[in-house]
């Protein structure tokens, strides 16, 4: 039973737009959220992360969304280059827990030249 | 410059070989963690640690065992390597709420 849903295994964007890669969840506990990029054969690497306190958090070209609400968040890449190509994780966490992310499948994003 | 390191990056080993998987840290973090992914799946948790003769399962069920003894490693072992066990294991360590994680270990039991 899958607590973060990644429910768009791919997305495929032309360089200079808008990527636009969302996530789900189930766990009203969790109120930590992060978004990780991983290269093939590589390791994730820490992309942003944004708290239920918040409902936006801003990186230079990354931008994360929250609705608590819907229990939906998402992360918007503006503008996309192709060097963004990669397999994006959305994972929460639970402070109040363990605080041991559960991450979701990931969505590939390819974004071409 | 990685602050968390795997080796191998890569191993082809075959059935009933014993295999143990490094993963060394310079942060100094107190936590570590092992994963398991495949492709187009999610990252499962294994085994993880809250610091130095401290190891924990994780939520996936897995037949392979760790060891803390120093806080800068956390090495994996498989006694007797399967085919099942063919898979990406990564190695993260946490000094707050974000991991870093190391560039993985791609195992393939033939």
């Known amino acids: 039973d899958q607590q973060v849903k990644q429910n768009s295994p791919s997305l495929s964007v032309q360089e200079g737009r808008i990527s636009i890669l969302n996530c789900d969840y189930t766990?009203?506990?969790?109120?930590?959220f992060l978004w990780y990029k991983k290269y093939p054969a590589e390791g994730p690497t820490f992309l942003i992360s944004?708290?239920?306190?918040?409902d936006k958090n801003e990186d230079g070209r990354f931008t994360v969304f929250l609705n608590k609400s819907a229990k939906h968040l998402s992360l918007h890449i503006v503008p996309s280059q192709p060097g963004d190509s990669a397999v994006y994780f959305c994972?929460?966490?639970?402070?109040?827990?363990?605080?041991?992310?559960?991450f979701g499948r990931g969505t590939s994003l390819i974004v071409h030249p | 410059e990685a602050d968390i390191y795997q080796t191998p990056r890569y191993l082809v080993i075959g059935t009933g070989k014993k295999i143990t998987l490094e993963c060394s840290q310079t942060?100094?973090?107190?936590?570590m963690y092992w994963y398991q992914q495949d492709p187009g799946m999610e990252l499962h948790l294994i085994h993880y640690?809250?610091?130095?003769?401290?190891?924990e399962k994780g939520d996936l069920s897995s037949e392979s065992t760790v060891s803390r003894i120093r806080t800068e490693h956390f090495p994996l072992t498989l006694e007797s390597a399967r085919p099942s066990h063919t898979s990406q294991y990564l190695c993260?360590?946490?000094?707050?709420?974000?991991?870093?994680f190391g560039s993985g270990t791609r195992l393939t039991v033939v």
């Open positions: 766990n009203s506990m969790f109120d930590y």
């Open positions: 994972a929460a966490s639970e402070t109040g827990g363990s605080y041991i992310p559960t």
């Open positions: 993260a360590s946490s000094g707050g709420w974000g991991y870093t």
């Open positions: 640690s809250y610091g130095v003769n401290s190891t």
């Open positions: 942060m100094g973090h107190d936590k």
């Open positions: 944004i708290s239920s306190i918040k």
